[in-house]
């Protein structure tokens, strides 16, 4: 997909953008807060957006691409990589920014009783089974189909 750095950022952007949003209201809709909606939950999810990019740009994204391009299988065979790629990326993201939506939670309502451990496994667990599915089902294709038709082209033409 991405064939150079600055395509590699565009479609960072672009994709945690997708994937901050929707993670941001299913947190907020499983937490009992979406109706507290406010302008301190847009800042809070331009915070989380700017973890997520960081996180993406200089840790997860090139350590899932290592893991991803060192598995046994047919790279050839684009599907493959693509699956390789999201299901590294998508463990990793969720298991960084789940510290990010513990220390939230844990600032805002503290640990209500539960251990540290407990509480963290628990929103990797919630995390995952949206953003896997999330990833791989709508996000990951929507995010490919406009990068391409959109971006691709135009960085291309203008190198």
Same mark, same amino acid.
């Given at each position: 997909m991405p064939?150079?750095?600055?395509?590699?950022?565009? %479609?960072g952007v672009m994709m945690c953008f997708?994937?901050?949003?929707?993670?941001?209201?299913?947190?907020?809709?499983?937490?009992? @807060?979406?109706?507290? %909606?406010?302008?301190?939950?847009v800042f809070e999810m331009v915070i989380g957006f700017m973890v997520a990019l960081l996180l993406d740009l200089l840790l997860v994204g090139p350590l899932a691409k290592k893991i991803a391009f060192r598995m046994p299988f047919d790279k050839?065979?684009?599907?493959?990589v693509i699956l390789a790629m999201s299901t590294c990326m998508v463990i990793g993201m969720v298991l960084c920014m789940s510290v990010f939506g513990l220390v939230t939670a844990?600032?805002?309502?503290?640990?209500?009783?539960?251990?540290? %451990?407990? @509480?963290y496994l628990m929103i990797v667990l919630?995390?995952?089974?949206?953003?896997?599915?999330l990833q791989l089902?709508?996000?990951?294709?929507?995010?490919?189909?406009?990068?391409?038709? %959109? @971006?691709?082209?135009?960085?291309?033409? @203008?190198?």
């Open positions: 064939a150079n750095k600055k395509e590699s950022l565009i %479609f997708g994937m901050v949003c929707v993670m941001s209201i299913y947190n907020a809709i499983i937490n009992g @807060a979406i109706q507290d %909606f406010s302008l301190m939950t050839t065979k684009k599907i493959y844990v600032l805002a309502n503290g640990l209500n009783g539960d251990s540290l %451990f407990s @509480a919630k995390n995952f089974i949206l953003a896997y599915p089902l709508i996000m990951g294709p929507l995010v490919r189909g406009i990068f391409m038709k %959109f @971006a691709k082209p135009k960085l291309t033409t @203008a190198i």
